[in-house]
């Protein structure tokens, strides 16, 4: 009997509504290139469907929404973006527009990656012991899929440049309070909740809600103009970083167990 390999993401409709499920629960929904192209080619389904007006994106099991990254898979040197559409950037879904409504179901953990994919998004509901976070600085990295950008707009200025200075999580309960997210719900109610608040959003006339959005976002020809100058600004960061020495001791320190001994270098 052959292994048939789970698919790295689930796509399920929900009436007019796309739900996408981050597949690999035995690593707390880390994203690797398969996370990548099977998440990037649901949304593009999305997109290319006129009977989809909104899309929920959310996490299997109950441990972790998106852990981020897969250390792993980067250790290896494995390619993590989707190979027929890089600029599509991580996940497949943080630098992909749709112009239909996207909400996060944060069920769980949703530090560095999994916070970038909520900042991603045009609304989060999250469980009442989801955590969010960008802990890039605690490993010699910065948040480069879009994290670092995103957060100062969507957060009071000091409030994110604590979050990113210090790299430590804040609680749902925080980041409801600070306008992070939408809504806190109790825990194993998420998805529900999430798919609730598309059924208010597709009652309305679907052709209004995406001209609204393109608009509220500020998109022209596909692309969000105001974000380019931070895509810009992230890559001419990233490279040097990481050939840095503290770039390498930081992941270096998570696997070995011990804290990491920093050389600004």
Not at 132 to 138: A, C, D, R
Not at 199 to 224: C, H, W
Request: hydrophobic share 45%.
């Amino acid at each position: 009997m052959t292994d048939v390999q789970a698919p790295a993401a689930l796509g399920e409709r929900r009436g007019n509504v796309l739900l996408i499920t981050i597949n690999r629960p035995e690593a707390r929904n880390a994203v690797n290139g398969a996370v990548s192209t099977a998440v990037g080619d649901l949304l593009q389904q999305a997109q290319d469907d006129a009977d989809i007006w909104a899309v929920v994106i959310t996490g299997s099991g109950d441990k972790s929404f998106c852990a981020g990254a897969d250390l792993k898979a980067i250790y290896k040197r494995e390619n993590l973006f989707h190979p027929q559409h890089p600029e599509w950037g991580f996940a497949g879904y943080v630098r992909h527009f749709i112009d239909k409504p996207t909400i996060a179901a944060v069920n769980g953990t949703a530090l560095g990656g999994g916070t970038e994919l909520a900042l991603a998004s045009d609304l989060v509901i999250a469980e009442e012991s989801a955590k969010f976070g960008l802990p890039e600085v605690k490993r010699g990295l910065v948040a480069a899929a879009g994290g670092v950008f995103r957060i100062v707009e969507q957060l009071p200025r000091k409030v994110a440049m604590q979050l990113l200075f210090t790299g430590e999580p804040i609680t749902s309960a925080e980041a409801l309070k600070w306008g992070l997210i939408n809504d806190v719900v109790p825990d194993g109610t998420v998805v529900d909740a999430a798919l609730a608040l598309a059924q208010r959003i597709t009652v309305n006339a679907p052709l209004a809600v995406q001209a609204s959005k393109r608009v509220a976002v500020g998109v022209d020809d596909g692309t969000i103009s105001a974000d380019e100058a931070g895509w810009t600004r992230t890559m001419r960061e990233i490279g040097p970083l990481m050939k840095s020495e503290d770039a390498k001791e930081g992941p270096l320190a998570f696997a070995e167990k011990r804290q990491p001994v920093w050389k600004a270098r």
